[in-house]
């Protein structure tokens, strides 16, 4: 039975009212961030607009700055600061409504979260405070005057969005990054006057701004609230059974919708590691029983029976995501074709969160198309036909050659897939085995699932191809994705040469052994070198077998380089839990007898310390041999994945869909440029 006829979905393609305005059905993409902001206006508006030809019914920017005070460089977010601004945002409202979709932008200051990097103005706050992120920058306690100026400068703002053809317009007062978010907050918020002191007065603002909005711009578009309920701090924050849900009643049915979440960020957008689908719902699910506006929240939801049920029980009108619409932004198409299996489910990995703390275009896991659809004009559902009859052989079925092989196949190639195990898959099966990431295997799932239904793929398990059987073979295109393999011999960042005694000492592993199921003994030293999750998971490994586990860093943290996908400090926090010993800023010179030799990296002490295991995590090696003999004996050969250069799995399936996309043209390493002076490359 199609999606379509089936009565269990029908209520998620009903079309819902917010105030002036209709969204066609109720599927909601969320404010996201996108690494591109004001930087890139025809990028952003293209992928926009990739959402709303996806059945989305309401697609928004993300965080758009209304003042140079509130600017957050070295971060690429939206910009509305003058009249100027207008026909960058217009482009993405335009490209929305082409679709039959609802344009809504998310206005905000933020107030004391960021230094103003790029116009040295003072930051502004409700009090004296330091700025959220880190930097030796303090907000000035705003006045009277800049009360009102904030006030008029939020009202210009919503007056400019109505212009540019924007919908719905946000007051934004979540994720603990707003001006009117802090004014909310006891803990910055010492305030004497009208504006402190009582939850009443601390809202005021928000209030305020709300009326000013609706006043400038009710008649046409709607006023939307995005705000946080929970800040997960107890009775001295805002919770949803204290000032949250008074925040909520207070203001009840004052806007036209209430985007509700948790704050800040790293609770709102937790991994798939440390939260499951749904897992806001316990904190926000009290919101429409006290107001009679629709209500949008989220959940990294992926199941539309999930959906279904959060509508159906009274929890929510919209179905919000921001990572769901990334992985597949043809999700709600998808669904009312009755096509399920044809969903790319978000794994929940935060690769895309990434995008953003590196001021980069956006990326996605699952979707390799994203951030690519205007600068390299790539599709997520349609793709060139081939460029010629010739076959394509693809030796390796992990995330790189899966990819390489799906979308080749999709170009209508004849696509030949040899895996030299029975498992297809690759680094991905062995990864999702490890503790807190079962939801990564739906990278390998996701693409078995899509090359059963073509006809012009072959698949060979079991099949470890030669040189000389591949030349026999007489393919035209021949990818190899052989992957890569974890170093033994410690070099990584911190060492660029072997580390003595790791090589021969027998008790050194990699996460390879491991992933093999070799069994380390107690107690194990874990070096990370990494500082990706690996290191974290092997010791989460390693304490579920019982063992005593020291994770040593030349890092400041464990895992340091998830703080980019909002995981250092839940990380962190669970290490601390199971009892795992944390060794920061230091590295490992040697290896002897049993014993581990470590230096200071503050104070230059050596020591020792005992293990009867050591894995090393520091570097990965591309298994290139097959490709650097067959190189030698023929052409159009190419290196996709980790073969080429150890990553991520976003990294790989990324390589994989841009060799297949390439395949018989000129390939090459320049994309299109948004300049100045409106100069397009």
Request: charged letters at 25%; one cysteine or more; glycine letters at 8%.
């Amino acid at each position: 039975m199609s999606a379509r006829n089936d009565p269990r979905y029908d209520v998620l393609f009903e079309p819902v009212r917010i105030g002036p305005v209709v969204a066609r059905n109720r599927f909601f993409q969320v404010p996201h961030c996108n690494g591109m902001g004001w930087t890139q206006p025809r990028a952003l508006a293209a992928l926009r607009g990739i959402k709303a030809e996806g059945g989305w019914a309401v697609v928004s920017t993300e965080e758009v700055e209304i003042h140079p005070s509130g600017d957050c460089e070295p971060f690429h977010e939206g910009r509305l600061w003058t009249d100027e601004d207008i026909p960058a945002l217009a482009l993405m409202a335009d490209k929305v409504h082409e679709h039959g979709a609802l344009a809504a932008i998310e206005l905000t200051h933020h107030g004391a979260s960021c230094s103003n990097h790029g116009t040295r103005e003072v930051p502004l706050s409700p009090s004296h405070r330091p700025i959220i992120y880190h930097a030796p920058v303090q907000a000035r306690a705003m006045n009277k005057r800049d009360i009102r100026e904030f006030r008029q400068w939020h009202r210009d703002g919503a007056l400019r969005a109505k212009r540019a053809g924007f919908d719905l317009v946000y007051v934004y007062a979540s994720h603990g990054l707003s001006l009117l978010t802090h004014f909310l907050q006891r803990s910055k918020n010492d305030r004497t006057d009208e504006y402190g002191g009582s939850l009443e007065n601390r809202a005021r603002l928000l209030r305020e701004v709300i009326e000013d909005t609706k006043e400038a711009i009710g008649d046409r578009c709607a006023v939307a609230v995005r705000f946080a309920v929970d800040e997960l701090s107890g009775q001295q924050g805002i919770c949803s059974d204290g000032e949250g849900r008074e925040v909520i009643e207070m203001l009840a049915d004052l806007p036209d919708l209430w985007d509700v979440n948790i704050s800040g960020w790293v609770n709102d957008s937790q991994t798939s590691r440390f939260a499951k689908e749904g897992y806001q719902e316990e904190y926000t699910r009290f919101v429409k029983s006290v107001t009679r506006k629709p209500v949008v929240g989220v959940g990294r939801f992926t199941s539309p029976d999930t959906m279904v049920s959060q509508v159906r029980r009274g929890v929510l009108d919209f179905i919000g995501a921001a990572r769901p619409s990334i992985a597949d932004p043809f999700l709600p198409k998808k669904l009312q074709e009755g096509r399920l299996e044809d969903i790319r489910e978000c794994i929940g990995c935060n690769i895309c969160v990434s995008s953003d703390y590196s001021s980069s275009n956006l990326r996605c896991t699952q979707n390799p198309t994203m951030g690519e659809e205007w600068r390299r004009g790539w599709h997520p559902e349609r793709i060139a036909p081939r460029g010629s009859d010739g076959t394509v052989l693809v030796v390796g079925a992990g995330p790189a050659g899966l990819e390489a092989a799906l979308a080749a196949a999709q170009r209508g190639y004849e696509v030949h897939l040899s895996e030299a195990s029975t498992e297809l898959g690759g680094r991905v099966v062995r990864e999702a085995a490890l503790p807190g990431l079962r939801e990564w295997i739906r990278v390998r799932d996701w693409r078995v699932g899509q090359l059963a239904k073509l006809t012009n793929v072959h698949i060979y398990r079991d099949s470890a191809l030669e040189v000389a059987t591949i030349l026999e073979f007489e393919a035209r295109h021949v990818a190899i994705a052989t992957g890569a393999r974890w170093r033994r011999d410690g070099v990584g960042r911190e060492n660029g040469y072997p580390i003595e005694g790791f090589a021969d000492s027998g008790v050194v592993l990699t996460p390879d052994d491991l992933m093999d199921g070799r069994a380390p003994e107690s107690p194990v030293i874990i070096f990370d070198d990494d500082h990706y999750y690996m290191g974290g998971v092997l010791a989460e490994r390693c304490v579920e077998a019982g063992l005593t586990v020291t994770l040593v860093t030349p890092a400041s943290v464990p895992s340091a380089w998830t703080a980019n996908t909002l995981e250092a400090l839940p990380i962190a926090r669970k290490l601390a839990r199971l009892g795992v010993t944390v060794l920061p800023n230091t590295n490992i010179t040697g290896f002897s007898k049993g014993r581990a030799l470590l230096v200071s990296q503050l104070t230059g002490a050596v020591s020792q310390r005992e293990a009867r295991s050591l894995i090393t995590v520091t570097a990965r090696l591309p298994n290139d041999s097959l490709y650097l003999e067959l190189a030698t004996r023929r052409d159009r050969v190419y290196r996709v994945g980790d073969c080429y250069g150890p990553g991520t799995i976003q990294a790989a399936v990324y390589s994989g869909h841009k060799f297949a996309r390439e395949l018989d043209t000129t390939p090459t390493v320049h994309v299109r440029r948004e300049l100045p002076l409106g100069i397009e490359a």
